[in-house]
């Protein structure tokens, strides 16, 4: 099959056709629509005769002097014509030669053009049906709103307003003002009365595609029971990247955790409760209501969980991505069953709407699942699932989750990885492998990949083993330089695995592919720590700035940087010296080492956009995430 990835989002277009008649030689004036909503602030475009486009401020442009309706009560102004042509041959009846944004034109035999037969168009507030003649059948004053196609309404379809903190938009008939946004007051959001829309630093106007944000869901993950309590701790460490203080407010279901002031550019560790439906025993599939715990900021903030936070044995952390960068489609990346000891695959997903309709899709390796939460044994399911609650998927013997593809009718998050597992397989220990996957509109169709470095010997780099998932039925990868490795992925949701490699290259396809890379076992010769995942960063999401943290009790912390060749890189204030290029493709690598004497927190900047992960090692332990990207939109 050939997977339709794209997640369509509602939205009002309003159409927009141009004025135009003919006759004389003498051009028309142009028209401006100032209309007004009155009681909203019409942020989709007032529709009008000119055409209006949602979301315009201008009306387009007509001829032959054609005066055109502006939909809002203000009327319109209009521009004279430069010459003096003679009325009765070049200046028909405006009525003769206005259309609609839902109607189209007929023509007599002198080439003039009139709207078809009962087009409804408005003019000074006033609905007129068009009589296809040139004339109209009838005319009515509207109370409040006039909208091209509807007529007197009494709201411009896709207006806003204010009521109160909600904002209430204008539906698709003009007839009912419906809520559609509550400014959320822990996001240090109002609903301001000039934009019809929720403002401050955390609207979703001010934030940009990237991984800092203001809404998130911190969601603990299946881990090995002995693990999961004390002292071991469930945490997130949040990083203030503004000038002003942030009031961080964690809530789980309608109960409020913890409210913690974080100071303005710094990082501050939040422990969580543990959540033993979701971490503890091996199995089955489950779906708990609440599950996952929802970290809001009213300052724009980045997150970074850790499961658990101590330095131990069995770790891994996660990159969170901010709810206004969700979508309704993902692409799985997670590790085989480990049949030594029952540990499964898993990928958690998680809904920040009520209503939130989950469809599974298994990959050739994802149909065997442990069934329950709604999911069957074949991987297969369809699960409704409401704000913060989690659907936990777990695999079962001979199964990998690797390429299963999930799709949501609204935003979620999917978090995947293992309990504890050897890698490669027959390499030990085991360690907790988890990270948060980039919807699929996110990824792209080139990465670079590194190994990460070794420990205490870092001027060696530590194996990993490198999975390329593929979105599309026939995608063919390239290797520079090849990795004699399978190249052509027949099916969505097939992947290629390079064994255990210290290969730097680019993969690169004319479809998008996802990128999981994963350190091996500290009993594979590769100096300390164990495995531990990381998703590759496309060149396309390169960043120039990130403010990240490594946690202290760690016996080494690195962060890895990407970067286009000759480009000015700092972490911390200094100049990074040590890059090494990657023959054929533009870019080289650094491994910087990150000093445990401060508090954990550190910044990259550069001139030119690069990528960074950053990662801490002890003995037979490891954690590895991506140290920040931006979320943008990339067509297929």
Known sequence: MNYDY?????????????????????????EAATGSTGVASTTAGSANTSGLTDGDTTAGPTTMGMTGGATGSTGSTTTPSTTEPDPSTTEPDPSTTETSATGSTTSDTTGQQFCDQGTVICEEGVAKICDGMGGFEEEESCDNECADGLGCVLCVPGSTMCEGEQVLTCDDQGQQWEPSETCDALQGQTCDPELGACDGPCAKQNLGNSYIGCDYYPTVTQQQDFYNNAPHEFAVAVANTTDSTATVT??????????QMIAAQSVQIIALPWVPELTETTGPSVMIADGAYRLRSDQPVTVYQYNPIAASVTNDASLLLPVNTWSGNYLVASWQFWNSFNYPGFYAVVAS???????????????????GGGVAANGTGQVMLNQGDVLQV???????LTGTIVNADKSIQVIAGHECTNVPINVTACDHLEESMFPIETLAKEYIVVPPVQSPNDALEKAQMVRVVALEDDTQLVFEPDQGVNTNLANAGDWVEISTTTNKFKVSSEKKILVAQYMVGQDGGFG???????LAVSTAQFRTNYLFHAPIGWSANYVDIIAPDGASVDVDGQAVNNFNAIPGTGFSYAHVALSNNGDGNHSVSSGQKVGISVYGVLNY???WYPGGLDLDLIPQ
């Open 528 to 534: 300390t720590s164990d495995p531990a995942m990381l």
């Open 250 to 259: 964690v809530t789980r279901g309608p109960n409020t955790v913890t409210t």
């Open 621 to 623: 332990g490891s954690y």
């Open 353 to 371: 709407e009520d209503g939130t309709t989950v469809d599974l899709s298994p990959s050739a390796t994802g149909g065997i699942v442990q069934a």
């Open 394 to 400: 777990m695999s079962a013997s001979g199964g990998d």
């Open 6 to 30: 794209r997640h369509k989002l509602p939205g009002l277009v309003l159409l927009a056709l141009a004025l135009a008649a003919c006759s004389g030689d003498d051009g028309g004036a142009t």
